[in-house]
């Protein structure tokens, strides 16, 4: 699936929830929108030749290595995207049951830099 795709279903997912994914539909929408963000990484690297390791790098290493490809406010962006999404994908047993805070993401996901 492209990046696009996989946001165009978190954004269904967010949407439209139902009774058969009641209590997994947040933590869904967030995976999805996290492999999204990734893959548009990704592909952003891949068309950058001076850059093209680093989409075998890690996310972190990634996110770090943003400030010096793109303007501040689009790295700032995608840094908490990028934290926001790890936070809400991951399970908290500690945590009473909820819905994860999940970002404006299909904004923030969209003004990201396209290949």
């Not at 058969?20 to 990734?38: M, N, T, V």
């Not at 047993?93 to 994860?100: H, I, K, S």
């Amino acid at each position: 699936m492209t990046p696009q795709e996989l946001l165009a279903a978190a954004t269904r997912l967010m949407q439209r929830p139902d009774a058969a994914s009641a209590g997994i539909w947040p933590r869904a929408a967030a995976l999805l929108a996290r492999q999204a963000l990734e893959l548009a990484m990704e592909a952003m690297w891949t068309a950058m030749p001076q850059a093209a390791g680093l989409s075998g790098c890690s996310m972190r290493s990634q996110i770090l290595c943003l400030a010096a490809y793109l303007d501040p406010d689009t790295d700032t962006r995608a840094a908490y995207l990028t934290a926001a999404l790890s936070h809400a994908c991951h399970y908290h047993p500690y945590e009473l049951a909820w819905a994860p805070p999940l970002p404006n993401f299909p904004a923030g996901l969209t003004r990201l830099p396209r290949s």
